[in-house]
């Protein structure tokens, strides 16, 4: 087996390398960035009825969603309690109201108080389904984020990954905390490799229905679908440009994979490298002017970056014999990667030059696919650390491992960008 590229050894050779999965080990650590305590008391209910929740109350949803934005520490009490939330210096906390609603709906008030002088700082109203309450709550921590930290939060935003369903591997989507779970593909023949498309209303991703890895672009919303770039017979490794929407992807012509970036729209390609060597796991820079890709023109898979116009190629990591699927953080900062360690895969990151590496996961099985969340604080990936591959999300410190997918065997995730209106609120606010 050609080591460097399973993926490609996989196309060329045989499907079952492609059944090969995806994992990520993670140390349960403790964070090395600062966060914020913050209560979260219940939310107040109809008295004398019941409420029939489809998984966990609004309260439950805060707190999920404030813990995973690694942002905060939770601190939760049954009721407002002034003395506990000021012994564990939560200068704010967060609760609710819930009513009755017209047409069998609820009105879903949340707030964010001071805790020392009870000062409403936020709030907001929503009137929902049942059903749609864990949106709403998502919506509402979002700008509870925003309001306390000035960032954008996650909440709101959602993951596509790779799921094994009666024993087929299908694209499923989901919120970013694997809820609502919904399956997209329902072919007979493996998908795989899904990222968003700009606008998040559609998933591109790798289809065998003709017995050749080929990129597919499918609507989210309708489910109608169309094949990309049919002038190749193999094309693989999509990366959505974070700007123009364009899809960087590895394409094998003449027995050797190379990069090629085109439109979704117009089918346009171009060709990016011109090496000996095979390309692919391309990511763009998050300002689009430039590309991390993996490798093997140095003997051995490495990560390697170079100008979006495919100039200036330069080999970005060097510790390791085994460093692939890179992917740049939105923060411009870092990338995170998988590196080979004695036979297993662990998630590394390191600066944009390549120093200063740190090592995410360690004596948990295998890991790989690691995907940054918009804001660059959290990595979503898969590991097989209980026994089969699953989703996980951690802070970009490898501290917080909290598990999103509870059945099946789960890989690949990929984070969605920001909603449009957050994408336009934050460009304004650069300007």
Same mark, same amino acid.
């Given at each position: 087996?050609?080591?460097?590229?399973?993926?490609?050894?996989?196309?060329?050779?045989?499907?079952?390398?492609?059944?090969?999965?995806?994992?990520?080990?993670?140390?349960?650590?403790?964070?090395?960035?600062?966060?914020?305590?913050?209560?979260?008391?219940?939310?107040?209910?109809?008295?004398?009825?019941?409420?029939?929740?489809?998984?966990?109350?609004?309260?439950?949803?805060?707190?999920?969603?404030?813990?995973?934005?690694?942002?905060?520490?939770?601190?939760?009490?049954?009721?407002?309690?002034?003395?506990?939330?000021?012994?564990?210096?939560?200068?704010?906390?967060?609760?609710?109201?819930?009513?009755?609603?017209?047409?069998?709906?609820?009105?879903?008030?949340?707030?964010?108080?001071?805790?020392?002088?009870?000062?409403?700082?936020?709030?907001?109203?929503?009137?929902?389904?049942?059903?749609?309450?864990?949106?709403?709550?998502?919506?509402?921590?979002?700008?509870?984020?925003?309001?306390?930290?000035?960032?954008?939060?996650?909440?709101?935003?959602?993951?596509?990954?790779? %799921?094994?369903?009666? $024993?087929?591997? /299908? +694209?499923? *989507?989901?919120?970013? @905390? &694997?809820?609502?779970? #919904?399956?997209? =593909? !329902?072919?007979?023949?493996?998908?795989?490799?899904?990222?968003?498309?700009?606008?998040?209303?559609?998933?591109?991703?790798?289809?065998?229905?003709?017995?050749?890895?080929?990129?597919?672009?499918?609507?989210?919303?309708?489910?109608?679908?169309?094949?990309?770039?049919?002038?190749?017979?193999?094309?693989?490794?999509?990366?959505?440009?974070?700007?123009?929407?364009?899809?960087?992807?590895?394409?094998?012509?003449?027995?050797?994979?190379?990069?090629?970036?085109?439109?979704?729209?117009?089918?346009?390609?171009?060709?990016?490298?011109?090496?000996?060597?095979?390309?692919?796991?391309?990511?763009?820079?998050?300002?689009?002017?430039?590309?991390?890709?993996? %490798?093997?023109?140095? $003997?051995?898979? /490495? +990560?390697? *970056?170079?100008?979006? @116009? &495919?100039?200036?190629? #330069?080999?970005? =990591? !060097?510790?390791?014999?085994?460093?692939?699927?890179?992917?740049?953080?939105?923060?411009?900062?870092?990338?995170?990667?998988?590196?080979?360690?004695?036979?297993?895969?662990?998630?590394?990151?390191?600066?944009?030059?390549?120093?200063?590496?740190?090592?995410?996961?360690?004596?948990?099985?295998?890991?790989?696919?690691?995907?940054?969340?918009?804001?660059?604080?959290?990595?979503?990936?898969?590991?097989?650390?209980?026994?089969?591959?699953?989703?996980?999300?951690?802070?970009?410190?490898?501290?917080?491992?909290?598990?999103?997918?509870?059945?099946?065997?789960?890989?690949?995730?990929?984070?969605?960008?920001?909603?449009?209106?957050?994408?336009?609120?934050?460009?304004?606010?650069?300007?």
């Amino acid at each position: 087996m050609n080591k460097l590229f399973p993926f490609v050894f996989f196309l060329s050779m045989a499907i079952q390398v492609f059944a090969s999965i995806d994992t990520i080990a993670v140390d349960v650590g403790i964070s090395v960035f600062k966060t914020m305590p913050i209560g979260v008391v219940p939310f107040t209910e109809p008295s004398g009825t019941s409420l029939d929740w489809p998984d966990e109350k609004p309260h439950e949803v805060a707190e999920r969603d404030l813990n995973l934005s690694g942002r905060f520490e939770i601190i939760s009490v049954p009721k407002f309690d002034l003395v506990k939330l000021s012994r564990a210096r939560a200068k704010f906390y967060v609760t609710g109201k819930i009513e009755k609603a017209l047409n069998n709906k609820i009105k879903i008030d949340c707030f964010l108080y001071a805790t020392q002088s009870k000062d409403l700082i936020l709030g907001e109203s929503y009137t929902v389904s049942l059903m749609d309450s864990r949106k709403a709550v998502h919506e509402f921590i979002d700008k509870v984020i925003y309001q306390l930290w000035g960032v954008h939060g996650v909440a709101s935003t959602k993951l596509a990954w790779v %799921s094994k369903i009666d $024993g087929v591997k /299908q +694209i499923v *989507v989901a919120d970013y @905390d &694997g809820f609502h779970r #919904r399956q997209l =593909t !329902f072919d007979s023949t493996i998908s795989m490799m899904p990222v968003w498309s700009h606008d998040n209303e559609r998933i591109i991703f790798v289809s065998f229905r003709n017995n050749k890895p080929q990129l597919y672009i499918k609507d989210v919303a309708t489910g109608t679908q169309k094949r990309l770039f049919k002038k190749f017979e193999q094309t693989f490794s999509p990366a959505v440009n974070p700007k123009t929407g364009e899809i960087l992807f590895s394409a094998i012509t003449d027995g050797k994979t190379d990069l090629y970036v085109g439109d979704p729209e117009t089918q346009k390609s171009r060709r990016l490298s011109f090496l000996k060597s095979s390309q692919t796991s391309p990511s763009w820079s998050p300002n689009s002017s430039e590309i991390i890709f993996t %490798s093997d023109r140095g $003997g051995s898979p /490495q +990560i390697y *970056v170079m100008n979006s @116009d &495919g100039t200036d190629m #330069r080999r970005m =990591t !060097f510790m390791g014999r085994y460093n692939e699927r890179a992917s740049w953080a939105p923060t411009g900062d870092r990338i995170v990667y998988t590196s080979m360690d004695d036979g297993k895969m662990n998630i590394y990151t390191c600066a944009i030059d390549g120093s200063d590496i740190v090592q995410l996961t360690s004596n948990s099985g295998n890991n790989e696919r690691p995907s940054w969340s918009p804001d660059g604080m959290l990595i979503a990936f898969s590991s097989n650390r209980s026994g089969s591959n699953q989703i996980y999300i951690m802070r970009r410190d490898g501290s917080n491992v909290t598990r999103i997918t509870q059945g099946g065997e789960n890989t690949a995730p990929t984070w969605s960008w920001y909603p449009i209106h957050k994408q336009t609120k934050h460009k304004e606010g650069k300007e």
